[in-house]
């Protein structure tokens, strides 16, 4: 294996392994025995769940006690968010300034390299570990409905009655209508009873439904609907009260330069850092820099809050906190035990070596 020699943008085609992309690279003739791979910058994706809650009053909520016995209901029309939970993913993207051509030597083992989409390291003569990737933190918008359309079940007589006030009582009147029809059913008073036990569940989860909806109209309807915000950050840097958003009950997320919501702070303070070396051991460092360069990622502390209450908190690796090393070339000149190395294309630090 000869020297690394530092390369940027090669692009690659991939194909699909589990929910990430991956390529196996084969280090032959026609590509002077040489796989170019990048090593990764940490980032940070921050995921934000948010809940919003809308609550409409329905039209009869004034009679809702006269003709239901219901003091709880909806007296008003109104949305509000509520904040649940901050999640926080490494995600390393390719550092420009780290890519390397390896060359291997053509009488060596057949080598190869499995790579990210992104060109990330994987593996070197090894299939691709599937746990090294994180599971997908795409996550779909999902509403929960608090109840069926009550208009689907307004009565004729209900629609033609005058007032408010008489529209509230027709509708009241269907209530205890529909919950002395189920009762028959149950109780085999009916006149009509459904002919078997599917049938019967049907016409009483029919009924239900039904005076759902009209309930809905003195109570109200409340709809609970789940949202998501990501967030990357690309540490260089202790950080300290750093607003990455601010929260309100009454808009949800909105911008760090909104005044309108409480600021949602981040504190990052590392933990592990590698030691600055001076120009001539860095010189020197480098040019015993021969084989597979890999990251020896730092630690840094995160922590996420907001009005004194921590939302997250948590240890990671930092690429830009470490430093980086070498794997000997001699590792892979051996034919007939061929050396698996395993990474973690997150970080470029190494998993596991198998001789």
Do not use: W
């Amino acid at each position: 294996m000869k020297n690394f020699i530092l390369i940027a943008g090669l692009m690659f085609s991939f194909s699909m392994t589990a929910q990430t992309k991956v390529v196996k690279m084969n280090a032959v003739k026609s590509n002077n025995f040489g796989v170019a791979y990048s090593l990764p910058l940490t980032t940070f994706t921050i995921d934000a769940e948010v809940t919003k809650i809308t609550s409409k009053a329905g039209p009869y909520y004034k009679y809702a006690e006269k003709y239901l016995g219901v003091k709880d209901v909806i007296t008003e029309d109104k949305v509000v968010f509520q904040l649940d939970k901050v999640t926080l993913e490494n995600k390393g993207i390719p550092d420009k300034e780290n890519s390397y051509m390896v060359e291997f030597k053509s009488g060596t083992t057949a080598p190869f390299v499995y790579l990210t989409e992104e060109g990330l390291i994987c593996s070197i003569n090894a299939e691709v570990d599937e746990s090294i990737f994180s599971a997908d933190s795409t996550k779909k918008k999902k509403v929960v409905p608090a109840g069926i359309n009550s208009t689907s079940v307004l009565s004729e007589e209900l629609l033609m009655a005058g007032s408010t006030a008489k529209q509230a009582e027709v509708a009241a009147k269907q209530i205890y209508r529909i919950r002395e029809s189920r009762l028959n059913i149950l109780t085999g008073e009916a006149d009509n009873l459904p002919p078997d036990g599917d049938a019967m569940k049907l016409v009483i989860e029919q009924l239900e439904q039904q005076e759902k909806a009209l309930t809905n109209l003195f109570t109200g309807v409340v709809t609970k609907e789940s949202l998501q915000k990501q967030f990357t950050i690309q540490p260089t840097g202790n950080m300290e009260k750093e607003i990455l958003f601010r929260f309100s009950e009454l808009m949800g997320i909105v911008d760090a330069d909104n005044l309108g919501g409480a600021p949602v702070y981040i504190n990052l303070t590392a933990t592990e850092k590698a030691p600055v070396l001076d120009p001539k051991e860095a010189e020197k460092k480098l040019k015993n820099m021969k084989g597979i360069i890999y990251n020896l990622p730092g630690k840094a502390t995160i922590e996420i809050k907001m009005n004194n209450k921590t939302l997250y908190q948590g240890e990671h690796q930092v690429t830009q906190f470490g430093s980086q090393e070498s794997l000997a070339p001699s590792m892979f000149e051996d034919k007939k035990a061929p050396v698996k190395v395993y990474f973690y294309p997150q970080t470029g630090a190494i998993k596991q070596i198998i001789q």
